[in-house]
């Protein structure tokens, strides 16, 4: 038996990282005059933190400032406030299941993660001790830092949780901390073909394509 859910946020909680990755594939263009295409966006930055995105493009020789990444998360930040987002449809019915115990571990940061989740009205759900953000481990995903920390604090072993996550970085993550990862491919970037292949090749025992899906697998594990 399972006992605890480990939620991550943007491509589950809500459909939201491809709101981050276009305005860093904007910004990109804006200051740096690099025009990178969706696709190339979605391989190098998709499914990890801005600290762990930076690494990547100083890896690729595209050399970014302190000034860059925080132009960026107020791009975010603005999305959020004029326009808002939507929940996963169904989602709130898990997180209502009481006797089950529940937390959300992000590549965001904690300024903007908090945004999320009022932004997202589930604060009810997730009090601030059981949300766990990249600035509070030395690796984001998909090294397996922030599920650890998690388990951890929550009190719980990492076999014994449960994470539900999109990318292949946070599935890898998952993977490496010891957890039971069920992926969750819905959305405009993780909901094909292609994605789900990468998926399989990671050797996911659990697919899921709706939340319906993912409630019962939950109430089968738990």
């Not at 690099?34 to 930076?54: A, C, M, S």
């Not at 990547?56 to 999305?79: C, P």
């Not at 089950?100 to 604060?123: F, W």
């Not at 014994?160 to 292949?168: G, L, N, R, W």
């Amino acid at each position: 038996m399972k006992k605890l859910i480990i939620w991550d946020f943007d491509g589950v909680i809500a459909d939201t990282e491809k709101l981050w990755l276009k305005n860093r594939q904007i910004l990109m263009k804006e200051a740096l005059g690099i025009d990178w295409d969706w696709e190339t966006v979605n391989h190098y930055l998709r499914g990890t933190g801005d600290k762990t995105k930076r690494n990547v493009l100083d890896s690729l020789g595209i050399i970014t400032d302190d000034n860059f990444w925080d132009k960026s998360i107020e791009m975010d930040e603005a999305v959020m406030k004029n326009k808002g987002f939507a929940l996963t449809d169904g989602i709130e019915e898990i997180f209502k299941m009481k006797n089950i115990k529940q937390c959300i571990a992000t590549g965001g940061i904690r300024s903007k993660t908090m945004l999320k989740v009022n932004v997202a009205g589930i604060s009810q759900y997730f009090p601030n001790n059981h949300i766990f953000t990249v600035d509070m481990v030395e690796h984001g995903k998909p090294e397996p830092d922030i599920f650890l920390l998690a388990a951890k604090e929550m009190g719980e072993k990492p076999e014994d949780c449960v994470v539900i996550e999109d990318s292949i970085a946070g599935l890898t993550a998952a993977l490496k901390a010891g957890c039971l990862p069920i992926a969750f491919l819905s959305g405009d970037l993780s909901g094909n073909i292609a994605h789900q292949e990468k998926v399989e090749k990671l050797g996911i025992k659990y697919i899921t394509h709706n939340m319906q899906e993912v409630k019962k697998l939950i109430q089968q594990l738990f």
